[in-house]
């Protein structure tokens, strides 16, 4: 009976397996198994069993339904472990649930209300620094603001130009460390590489930033005050306090969230400036938004207001969602699209693949803004669109990475428009999450 048989899935090499397909291009090979063998997908990508699974109700069933059958793969403890050790994204279990409730105030509503005035004025600080006429690297500029935002806002400090730049230089071996490699599959973190003597050096040079960053805050958590600090590190440094947290926890979770907490976003602006600058009609729209709703620098209330170009946030993430798959592993055997998945495989949710499914999308290559209005949206299915995963495990930073997005593109725009400074699209280059190839080269144009 089908429940019985194994999965379609595309002929692998010898050796390899589908590993060089999948390297040459993930966006591709995934789009390309979900339109030919449709729900779930067995491909060879290493010594794991390893299944894509495409359909939005499958997808919501390991995220949401039975979230407790499926646990963050083994095999990212080891070079993302390394990086990111046992913070939020990775950690599992009873370690997992006390961080998620520790975190939690700092991602309240009620507090991004009050730092959505500090995500503006670091936005006009940035783009004060530019002029009509000049050429930027807009994934470089964007990374370099948000990191900028994601200390002050999460961890309570002013990086300072030569912090930022160190987190910005070493970006590129860590970033290189994840990208798909057949040969990397079948080789021991442990060897002397030299791709893995750069990532190691990266790893630490990007510790010393944080230890740097620990101790110019300890002692000034304010355990004592009536209305202490609640960003993220005076919350750790507290719990550290009470004997709840270990140097090694504050280190993880400070990583986690300088990395994380900066990249997916200024990604996100990264191509939602350059989709407005490929479809002139849109950017109107969104200048016309701004014209009418803003007095003077945007804030929280504001944001709220800014509802075209909040749907043309979520149609940047449906084409180019910055995590473009998500892996999970199931604790024992389960079924999906009535195969079964054996405990200890890899499972890969592809947002890149489902997000531009022609199932669940019509036109799905087209950047189409008002596919987002609630008509529009209403039959579609809940995790056909996933950019921020889901479940207990989605993204802690979700609304605090929306809020900074429309702030952000809300200062631009009320200036500038942005224009994409090649004749060619951009290429793609997988890796922990989703870059241009070479960054994005924008012209920067009074409106």
């Known amino acids: 009976m089908r429940q019985q048989s194994r999965p379609p899935g595309p002929r692998g090499e010898p050796v390899f397996g589908n590993s060089r397909q999948y390297a040459r291009d993930p966006f591709a090979f995934l789009s390309a198994c979900e339109s030919a063998y449709g729900d779930v997908v067995e491909v060879e990508l290493g010594p794991l069993e390893t299944y894509i699974v495409t359909n939005p109700a499958d997808v919501e069933r390991v995220l949401v339904?039975?979230?407790?059958?499926?646990?963050?793969?083994?095999?990212?403890?080891?070079?993302?472990?390394?990086?990111?050790?046992?913070?939020?994204?990775?950690s599992e279990g009873e370690r997992w649930r006390r961080q998620r409730d520790l975190a939690n105030p700092a991602f309240d509503m009620s507090r991004l209300s009050r730092i959505a005035e500090a995500m503006t004025r670091h936005a006009a600080e940035a783009v004060g620094e530019w002029s009509a006429g000049q050429r930027l690297d807009l994934e470089s500029e964007m990374a370099r603001l948000t990191v900028r935002i994601i200390a002050d806002a999460m961890l309570g400090v002013d990086l300072g130009e030569a912090r930022v730049r160190t987190i910005q230089e070493n970006l590129e071996p860590l970033g290189a460390r994840f990208e798909p490699d057949p040969v990397r599959f079948v080789t021991p973190d442990w060897l002397p590489t030299r791709e893995n003597r750069a990532y190691e050096a990266a790893v630490e040079r990007l510790e010393e930033v944080v230890a740097d960053v620990v101790a110019e805050r300890r002692g000034t958590e304010g355990s004592d005050a009536d209305d202490p600090p609640m960003d993220l590190l005076s919350i750790l440094l507290r719990a550290q306090e009470r004997g709840e947290q270990t140097d090694e926890q504050l280190r993880d979770e400070?990583?986690?969230?300088?990395?994380?907490?900066?990249?997916?976003?200024?990604?996100?602006?990264?191509?939602?400036?350059?989709?407005?600058?490929?479809?002139?009609?849109?950017?109107?729209?969104?200048?016309?938004?701004?014209?009418?709703?803003?007095?003077?620098?945007?804030?929280?209330?504001?944001?709220?207001?800014?509802?075209?170009?909040?749907?043309?946030?979520?149609?940047?993430?449906r084409l180019y969602p910055p995590v473009y798959v998500t892996f999970r592993e199931p604790r024992v055997d389960v079924k999906l699209g009535g195969y079964r998945i054996p405990e200890g495989s890899a499972i890969m949710l592809p947002q890149w693949a489902v997000h531009r499914s022609p199932r669940w999308w019509a036109e799905p290559e087209r950047f189409d803004p008002d596919r987002w209005t609630r008509e529009r949206r209403a039959d579609r299915p809940r995790f056909a669109h996933f950019p921020f995963g889901g479940g207990p495990r989605g993204c802690i930073g979700k609304q605090f990475s929306l809020l900074e997005a429309k702030l952000v593109l809300a200062v631009v725009g009320r200036e500038y428009r942005l224009e994409y400074d090649r004749d060619d699209p951009i290429d793609l280059r997988g890796s922990l999450t989703m870059h241009p190839e070479d960054g994005l080269p924008m012209r920067v144009r009074e409106r």
Not at 65 to 90: C, E, N, V
Request: aromatic fraction near 8%.
């Open 65 to 90: 339904g039975d979230h407790g059958k499926y646990r963050k793969p083994a095999f990212q403890d080891d070079a993302l472990g390394r990086l990111l050790g046992d913070g939020l994204l990775l």
């Open 254 to 317: 400070v990583v986690t969230m300088l990395l994380a907490g900066h990249d997916t976003t200024a990604l996100t602006l990264t191509y939602a400036f350059y989709l407005l600058s490929r479809h002139p009609e849109a950017e109107r729209r969104v200048h016309g938004e701004l014209d009418a709703v803003l007095d003077g620098p945007p804030t929280f209330a504001d944001a709220r207001e800014l509802t075209y170009l909040d749907r043309v946030l979520q149609e940047t993430m």
